[in-house]
């Protein structure tokens, strides 16, 4: 077994004696196993992650530096889960995992996950580092229990991930005014100022007004989800689901 400094994650260490082992995250923060909830010998140790980057409901990739330690004479373990889905809980299928070379001192590791929908909102990620190999019988979008399971050494940090969406008519606007009203066409609801909304115009079957600036449902843009479905026979009618699975 390593020594409590041999394998851990940034440069403080909390021995995580208190409440990150049950998974939940109570404070809906991630500070679950930070000072305030950890009193024996606590210390705010998520320092392993400098800054947490970016990251827009659209990407499908997303990686982060974290800084480890393994002085042991084994190698050591990195697990880390996004909650990229926010289901709530780290699934098998958001784990990506590194091995950490015995002996090799204090580094940055780089954590890519691929193929991922984040989606709008806050989302969170553990990572953990041990000497342990973990495993577990989960499949799929299961929990991980390797998430939750105590280990022999190592280190366990929790944070909090901002996913943020902006409209296209805002990161990219149009420079289109058809009827010269000073509202480009992109957020202009009648852009032939006819007096007929330009979702009346359009000669196709029902029609989604979107709370987006009035932009078209995009399984890439979760966001753009109706307010209203319009019948095409003048009707407005309450909030539908027509058809975008990200809403």
Same mark, same amino acid.
């Not at 004696?17 to 305030?36: C, K, L, P, Q």
């Not at 753009?224 to 539908?240: Q, R």
């Given at each position: 077994m390593s020594s409590g400094h041999d394998i851990k994650l940034? @440069?403080?260490?909390?021995?995580?004696? @208190?409440?990150? &082992?049950? &998974?939940? =995250?109570?404070? &809906?923060? @991630? !500070?679950?196993?930070? !000072?305030? =909830? =950890?009193?024996?010998? &606590?210390?705010?140790?998520? =320092?392993s992650i400098a800054v947490i980057p970016s990251i827009e409901a659209d990407d499908t990739s997303f990686s982060l530096d974290i800084s480890v330690t393994n002085n042991h004479t084994n190698n050591a373990n990195l697990y880390v889960w996004f909650d990229s889905d926010g289901s709530g809980t780290f699934d098998v299928d958001e784990l990506e995992t590194a091995v950490i070379a015995a002996g090799s001192g204090t580094n940055n590791e780089t954590i890519t996950w691929n193929g991922i929908v *984040?989606?709008? %909102?806050?989302?969170? /990620?553990? @990572?953990?580092i041990t000497s342990d190999n973990l495993t577990t019988t989960a499949t799929g979008s299961d929990p991980d229990p390797r998430a939750i399971v105590q280990a022999s050494d190592g280190e366990v940090e929790d944070y909090g991930v901002p996913v943020t969406y902006i409209p296209p008519s805002i990161s990219n606007p149009s420079s289109t005014d058809t009827d010269n009203d000073g509202v480009m066409d992109d957020i202009d609801v009648d852009d032939d100022n006819d007096g007929i909304l330009d979702v009346d115009e359009i000669d196709s079957a029902p029609t989604d007004l979107f709370v987006d600036w009035f932009e078209p449902a995009s399984g890439t843009a979760?966001?753009?989800? *109706? !307010?209203? /479905?319009? !019948?095409?026979? %003048?009707?407005?009618? *309450? /909030?539908?689901?027509? %058809?975008?699975?990200?809403?």
């Open positions: 940034g @440069a403080a260490l909390d021995f995580e004696s @208190a409440h990150w &082992g049950d &998974g939940t =995250d109570a404070n &809906g923060d @991630a !500070t679950d196993d930070d !000072t305030v =909830d =950890d009193p024996v010998n &606590g210390i705010d140790d998520e =320092d *984040p989606k709008f %909102g806050q989302r969170y /990620l553990r @990572a953990r979760p966001s753009h989800c *109706p !307010t209203v /479905l319009h !019948t095409a026979d %003048g009707e407005y009618n *309450p /909030l539908v689901h027509a %058809g975008n699975a990200a809403c």
